[in-house]
């Protein structure tokens, strides 16, 4: 199994930045990387993605604003969080997944609490 330990996530005014970090307990190199977010009463949802070759995907309400990025050799995925608006305040889920075969395997963190104060 894949231990997945957040980091970097806290209270930050709108307008600011964040950046918060995914560690792995192994390599994520294979893995497609990703981060969710889940708002109270919501339905958690997708953010932003990165594949093992490095491709990138956000959803429309962080696109320009947000950046992942994974460096395989420290196991670790981040999600640098700019121009920060109130409605990005929401528990944050890093997420590794692969498919091997049919069968999909996936792991989650157990959440950063991002709050952004208007």
Request: net charge positive; proline share 1%; hydrophobic share 30%.
């Amino acid at each position: 199994q894949v231990q997945l330990v957040e980091s970097g996530g806290g209270l930050v005014q709108a307008g600011g930045s964040l950046r918060l970090s995914c560690a792995a307990s192994e390599s994520i190199s294979t893995y497609i990387m990703g981060w969710y977010r889940q708002a109270p009463g919501k339905q958690r949802e997708f953010v932003a993605g990165i594949t093992s070759g490095g491709t990138t995907t956000y959803a429309d309400s962080v696109k320009g604003r947000f950046t992942i990025s994974r460096d395989n050799a420290k196991n670790t995925v981040y999600l640098q969080m700019n121009s920060l608006k109130s409605e990005d305040t929401a528990v944050y889920y890093c997420n590794a997944e692969r498919g091997r075969g049919i069968t999909t395997t996936r792991y989650w963190a157990q959440g950063t609490q991002v709050t952004v104060s208007s």
